[in-house]
């Protein structure tokens, strides 16, 4: 499998006639995206705004952070098996408008979370305030059940995303990534003295506002699957997670999946990069063994010498990510968890739900209790009922001048636990 | 493949037939309390106690499937349950409530419930595909 990612740098974003790239700037036709988006008859209002680094801009309530792309050899537009006909993904040349994200916004219960401030404080702690940031708002028709207005809301945002991408279809790439792999029989001949490695990626998987999409299927219905990592970062795993603002993975951060990118820079020096594991999060304690022995086994079937695992989300999950850390170490493989914690506002607190001895070598990505202070912003993109609520969930948070007191738990990807965030990690 | 719902949530004591319900007139912690009890006493826990993020560790209200039958005491069960209990008053200790959402949270409740019943049922329905074979789509398509 062979995916180029032809990068085209984004340095401004703006309205205009047309849907292009010049010079790095990306230019939207506004109505253009719009009627795409209005196509769906579930879909009442849709709201366009631009959201700039470093402008005193808030954005809230966020419900995902898409890449704009656009395949330009190969098979697979869109989001194959959900806004596009299925087709396997992985090869071909992708252009990508690197800097630039569809930002997705509203209000799907009203005690939904998730900024991101692209100035100050709060941006020093989510990765989306480095980005030129097309928000739409979604705004539905009256009545829809809740999990038909969350799939409104994450339809429209990959639909935009497909438009948006669109602009970059001729556009010359300022850098292109090529990730290459054969399969493993090819791998291992090539690299026979270099520890074979396997990526489990957890996803939360229990109902509305908490689940992921493989090529569209709903996670909570798999048993835990095998996929080149290419796949991923074509666009294969979806996002449908509107909860856990600080470490749920969004589809961008799927796109670029920090852990899959270091493992495919060490494929072939130091390590073979054997693939990723899809692996739900189930809610039934019997859902949990009967996953957490099934990513067991297909890493023991595989022939890992060592496996890195990422969570997402934090609570109950936390015993998934224990016990696949348990039977791994049992069975001999060598295994590395990539988790946050929430250990209290001094960080001194039991840092997850559950424990286990196994588990020796454990990467954090943060604290998600730690308290943040975001000053007033000069614009608010989305709800100002939202900030109230952000800063809703204790006493004395909402002060008088505006600014708000807040847990990182509140704020995109801050403790991102597959790695894509600005914490860095220190070694004890 | 019997359970019961322990609840606070009224709206999910309106929807499911009240033989499967075991209405807690109280808070999230007494909904963990009732099952710990639970527990205890030998019913299985079929849920895990803890939600799957710190947001609906503010939610008023909880679902929690239960078996319906007392077996003999299961040990990782009662640390799964008692382990909930203290990290949810850890989590919980500088939160308040937040009334005006409260619709809302049993909303997500309810349809976390729902989802977690289905995951249950499939895994325990010996014929949960009523799909034959590959057939028809391999020699029509």
């Not at chain 1, 690197?98 to 401030?117: H, K, L």
């Not at chain 1, 292109?176 to 396997?198: D, I, Q, R, T, W």
């Not at chain 1, 909402?398 to 801050?414: H, P």
Request: charge should be negative; charged fraction near 25%.
């Amino acid at each position: 499998m062979k995916l180029e990612l032809r990068k085209i740098q984004i340095k401004d974003v703006v309205f205009g006639e047309k849907m292009e790239v010049n010079g790095g700037v990306l230019s939207i036709n506004k109505d253009q995206l719009v009627a795409k988006l209005m196509e769906d008859h579930r879909v009442k209002e849709i709201k366009v705004d631009l959201a700039k680094p470093g402008e005193k801009t808030r954005i809230i309530p966020v419900k995902d952070c898409i890449e704009p792309r656009v395949k330009i050899e190969g098979e697979g537009k869109g989001f194959p098996g959900v806004t596009g006909k299925m087709v396997p993904l992985g090869d071909g040349k992708v252009n990508v408008l690197d800097g630039a994200a569809v930002v997705t916004i509203g209000d799907i219960v009203g005690f939904q979370e998730g900024v991101v401030d692209m100035w100050g404080e709060g941006a020093k702690w989510t990765p989306f305030s480095k980005t030129f940031n097309i928000v739409v708002d979604i705004i539905p028709v009256e009545g829809l059940e809740p999990h038909v207005h969350e799939e409104t809301v994450r339809i429209a945002g990959l639909k935009a995303a497909e438009v948006i991408g669109e602009a970059g279809r001729y556009a010359e790439p300022t850098h292109v990534e090529v990730f290459e792999m054969g399969n493993h029989a090819e791998e291992s001949a090539k690299y026979p003295n270099l520890p074979k490695v396997l990526y489990v990626e957890m996803l939360i998987s229990q109902g509305l506002l908490h689940d992921g999409y493989i090529y569209g299927v709903n996670s909570q219905k798999i048993l835990p699957t095998l996929i080149h990592p290419n796949e991923e970062l074509d666009g294969a795993v979806i996002s449908g997670n509107c909860v856990a603002a600080c470490d749920k993975i969004t589809t961008y951060q799927h796109q670029n999946n920090s852990a899959i990118l270091d493992l495919y820079a060490e494929h072939g020096k130091t390590i073979n990069f054997l693939g990723v594991i899809l692996t739900p999060e189930l809610t039934t304690l019997e859902g949990k063994f009967r996953t957490c022995d099934y990513t067991a086994k297909l890493c023991t079937m595989m022939g890992a010498d060592g496996v890195i695992v990422s969570e997402e989300g934090y609570g109950n999950p936390d015993s998934d990510l224990l016990m696949i850390c348990k039977r791994l170490e049992k069975n001999g493989i060598k295994t590395v968890l990539i988790t946050d914690e929430c250990s209290g506002w001094d960080g001194m607190s039991q840092p997850l739900a559950d424990t286990t001895k196994e588990a020796v070598a454990v990467v954090s990505a943060g604290n998600v209790s730690h308290v943040v202070t975001l000053e007033p912003a000069d614009r608010v993109i989305g709800s100002a009922k939202a900030i109230s609520t952000l800063a809703g969930g204790w006493d004395g948070s909402l002060s008088e001048d505006g600014s708000i007191k807040c847990e990182l738990n509140a704020v995109i990807g801050a403790t991102s636990e597959i790695g894509y965030h600005n914490c860095t990690v220190k070694l004890y | 493949m019997s359970y019961r719902i322990v609840t606070n949530n009224p709206s999910v004591r309106e929807s499911y037939n009240s033989n499967n319900i075991i209405f807690i007139d109280g808070s999230y912690e007494d909904v963990l309390i009732k099952v710990r009890d639970l527990v205890h006493s030998g019913v299985e826990l079929i849920d895990s106690p803890l939600g799957a993020s710190i947001r609906m560790l503010l939610s008023p209200y909880r679902s929690i499937l239960v078996g319906t039958e007392r077996q003999a005491m299961n040990m990782d069960q009662i640390l799964i349950i008692e382990q909930s209990i203290l990290n949810y008053r850890t989590l919980t200790q500088r939160r308040k409530a937040e009334p005006e959402h409260a619709n809302d949270y049993a909303v997500v409740d309810k349809e976390l419930l729902k989802a977690s019943i289905q995951a249950y049922e499939d895994m325990n329905c010996p014929t949960h595909s009523k799909f034959t074979g590959g057939e028809f789509l391999e020699t029509r398509a």
